[in-house]
């Protein structure tokens, strides 16, 4: 049980962060803030927070547990803001989508206090953003990937683990590097061509009454382009050297697809798409929860 959570940043993830905690019976009192005052009111309207703070540092006085979920740019001169308010023992996360940044920042940032760190990825979310949007159950069957830094103490690692288990997510520890190769390829990668793909479409003369004719198959496959911008931006650069490494992959399987195409190399298409068809249906199971 913690005595208080100091939530910076009361969007979809912070929110439905407070509010899985609270709905485990994890917290008794949480406190948010948000650059924006409106959101931060919102959020205690919707019974998210308790309490607004008029600062980040004032949002962490006397938490026991601190969570930032601000975009990953903001995150060293988040902590470095908050980092004289921290308790001794205050257990710290970030939720943010890229770990090799976030760790540097945290031991740039934090100091002597780098210990209480553990980085941490919850992949979960929704393409709507917002307080309005967050649900206690956001995190459940869900991985939450954690990267503790060379410096994270191993008992608050283990309360991070056991925080994010009781809320129902299904936790790994590995590296940032390997985290950051990880989700280039899964996640950085697929929101990139997603937001390609849309602009490639859209710019053409009869790109808006093609997008008219769009069915299931073009929904499912653009979903993602919906995607906040800015969070985006920030994902892409953030891990940039991991996301070209993946988009260079890309383009090798791409250019070898259409020259089967061009050269009208059915039997060579044909086993292609069925490499990529059979791998496709080998995840099934791992979306079934």
Same mark, same amino acid.
């Given at each position: 049980?913690?005595?208080?959570?100091?939530?910076?940043?009361?969007?979809?993830?912070?929110?439905?962060?407070?509010?899985?905690?609270?709905?485990?019976?994890?917290?008794?009192?949480?406190?948010?803030?948000? /650059?924006?005052?409106?959101?931060?009111?919102?959020?205690?309207?919707?019974?998210?927070?308790? !309490?607004?703070?008029?600062?980040?540092?004032?949002?962490?006085?006397?938490?026991?547990?601190?969570?930032?979920?601000?975009?990953?740019?903001?995150?060293?001169?988040?902590?470095?803001?908050?980092?004289?308010?921290?308790?001794?023992?205050?257990?710290?996360?970030?939720?943010? $989508?890229? /770990?090799?940044?976030?760790?540097?920042?945290?031991?740039?940032?934090?100091?002597?206090?780098?210990?209480? &760190?553990?980085?941490?990825?919850?992949?979960?979310? /929704?393409?709507?953003?917002?307080?309005? #949007?967050?649900?206690?159950?956001?995190?459940?069957? *869900?991985?939450?990937?954690?990267?503790?830094?060379?410096?994270? *103490?191993?008992?608050?690692?283990?309360?991070?683990?056991?925080?994010?288990?009781?809320?129902?997510?299904?936790?790994?520890?590995?590296?940032?590097?390997? #985290?950051?190769?990880?989700?280039?390829?899964?996640? #950085?990668?697929?929101?990139?061509?997603?937001?390609? &793909?849309?602009?490639?479409?859209?710019?053409?003369?009869?790109?808006? *009454?093609?997008?008219?004719?769009?069915?299931?198959?073009?929904?499912?496959?653009?979903?993602?382009?919906?995607?906040?911008?800015?969070?985006?931006?920030?994902?892409?650069?953030?891990?940039?050297?991991?996301?070209?490494?993946?988009? *260079?992959?890309?383009?090798?399987?791409?250019?070898?697809?259409?020259?089967?195409?061009?050269?009208?190399?059915? !039997?060579?298409?044909?086993?292609?798409?069925?490499?990529? $068809?059979?791998?496709?249906?080998?995840?099934?199971?791992?979306?079934?929860?």
């Amino acid at each position: 049980m913690f005595q208080q959570l100091g939530l910076i940043g009361c969007g979809l993830i912070g929110g439905s962060f407070a509010l899985a905690l609270r709905q485990a019976g994890l917290v008794r009192r949480v406190i948010g803030y948000s /650059k924006s005052p409106s959101t931060t009111e919102r959020a205690r309207q919707l019974g998210v927070i308790d !309490t607004e703070a008029p600062s980040a540092l004032q949002a962490v006085a006397g938490a026991d547990l601190v969570v930032l979920a601000v975009p990953v740019a903001a995150t060293e001169s988040t902590l470095s803001a908050i980092r004289h308010g921290l308790g001794e023992q205050t257990l710290l996360m970030d939720v943010g $989508s890229t /770990k090799g940044d976030v760790v540097q920042a945290g031991l740039r940032a934090l100091q002597h206090q780098a210990g209480n &760190f553990v980085p941490a990825h919850p992949i979960a979310g /929704k393409e709507v953003a917002g307080i309005e #949007h967050a649900e206690g159950s956001l995190f459940v069957g *869900r991985h939450v990937i954690l990267t503790p830094t060379e410096r994270s *103490r191993a008992e608050q690692v283990q309360r991070a683990i056991e925080v994010w288990s009781r809320i129902g997510a299904r936790v790994l520890t590995m590296d940032a590097a390997t #985290h950051d190769a990880a989700l280039a390829a899964v996640s #950085h990668l697929p929101h990139l061509l997603a937001f390609a &793909f849309m602009q490639s479409v859209a710019q053409q003369p009869d790109g808006a *009454r093609w997008l008219e004719l769009a069915g299931p198959g073009f929904r499912d496959f653009s979903r993602i382009a919906a995607g906040d911008p800015t969070v985006w931006r920030d994902i892409l650069l953030a891990n940039r050297e991991e996301v070209l490494r993946q988009s *260079r992959a890309f383009r090798e399987a791409l250019v070898s697809f259409e020259a089967q195409i061009a050269a009208g190399d059915a !039997t060579g298409l044909g086993d292609a798409i069925g490499r990529a $068809s059979r791998a496709r249906a080998a995840l099934k199971p791992a979306f079934s929860h």
